[in-house]
């Protein structure tokens, strides 16, 4: 449980920049990183036993984190490199990327869950701006117009913002993220 409140610490205040600013810092993603690396290090090296801090590990299950083991975590960890096209096309930031793969290093394979209610959280929060704004009939045609571009073209192409004609709209996917990552919670743990 040490290991979910300190990425849901993480997850809060990266998500309030992401809002504030429309981006996620390198070196908030950093330190999230490296909380849950020294999280990983220290849970095979510290277990509580007795009231007393034993070291090396003898039994995995008194493990006084709980994070997944190492092979977990590199899965966690590359699992979202699924999301590069999305960026590739500008549909996503290099940030949202980075931040599902910190999210990875705590909870494995399980990105995936968070991943899809992250991004379940924010097409929720961009249908209600585009209906408060009155844009969602232009943006459904303008994503029409896009995928024929790309039928046209028989290739990749960059959305770019001319398509539109009602004014940038960003999601902020770290902001999304902390409403995901406790979905994630009370999906798994209820």
Known sequence: MTAYILLLF??????????KSGRIPNIFIFF???????????????????NFINIPIIDRSLRLFE???VRC?????????I???????????????????AIGIYIGSDILFVMFYTFLAAALYGAIMLIRNKALISRIKSAFIY???????????????????????VVPIGGCAPVGFIVYLITTFA
């Open 32 to 50: 999230m990183t490296l909380c849950g690396v020294l999280l990983e290090v220290l849970s095979y090296f510290v277990v509580l036993d007795n």
């Open 10 to 19: 993480w997850l809060i205040i990266i998500g309030l920049f992401d809002i």
């Open 73 to 81: 975590a590199v899965v966690g960890v590359m699992l979202p490199l």
């Open 147 to 169: 995928s024929a571009v790309m039928l046209n073209s028989k290739s990749v192409v960059e959305y770019k913002d001319g398509i539109r004609n009602d004014g940038a709209m």
């Open 83 to 101: 999301l590069l096209p999305l960026w590739i096309i500008r549909a996503l930031g290099a940030g949202d990327i980075k931040l599902m793969m």
């Open 67 to 69: 994070v997944m083991d």
